[in-house]
C-alpha cells in the first residue's frame, strides 16, 4: 500500500500528483507502507511518529494523507455541499484523501504522531 502525504499550498499540480477541487499540494512527500507480516492486514492503525518524518516542521493543518490506490472523490452536488457544508472532499485527482489525526503524546503543544 502506497500513502502519499501532501501539504498544504496553492499551486499547479503536476502531472500525477494529488488535488482536489482548485487545491494542489506544494510540497509533497511520498510515504510508502510494508506489511512485512505473513497475513493480510486490512483496516489496521497506522502511527508514524514525526521523528520519522522527512520533514518534521508541519503545522497539522497543513498535513493531508491520500491513498494512491483508492478511487477520488467525484465533484459534490449543488444540493449535497448546499445541506452538508463547505467542508466536503471536493473533486479528487489521483487518489483519495484518507481521515488522520495527529497527536500530541508528551502535551508539548506539538503533535507527535501522525495516525490513520
Not at 11 to 16: A, C, L, N, R, T
Amino acid at each position: 500500500m502506497i500513502i502519499l502525504l501532501v501539504l498544504a499550498g496553492a499551486v499547479i499540480s503536476e502531472e500525477g500528483w494529488y488535488t482536489e477541487g482548485d487545491f494542489a499540494p506544494k510540497i509533497r512527500m511520498e510515504i510508502t507502507l510494508v506489511n512485512t507480516l505473513d497475513i493480510d492486514r486490512k483496516d489496521c492503525p497506522v502511527v508514524i511518529r514525526r521523528s520519522e518524518m522527512p520533514i518534521q516542521a508541519l503545522h497539522e493543518m497543513s498535513v493531508t494523507v491520500v491513498d494512491l490506490q483508492m478511487p477520488p472523490n467525484l465533484e459534490p452536488s449543488p444540493e449535497m455541499l448546499a445541506e452538508q457544508g463547505g467542508h466536503l472532499i471536493l473533486a479528487e485527482t489521483n487518489g483519495h484523501q484518507i481521515f488522520r489525526q495527529l497527536d500530541d503524546i508528551d502535551k508539548d503543544g506539538l503533535w507527535d504522531e501522525l495516525f490513520l
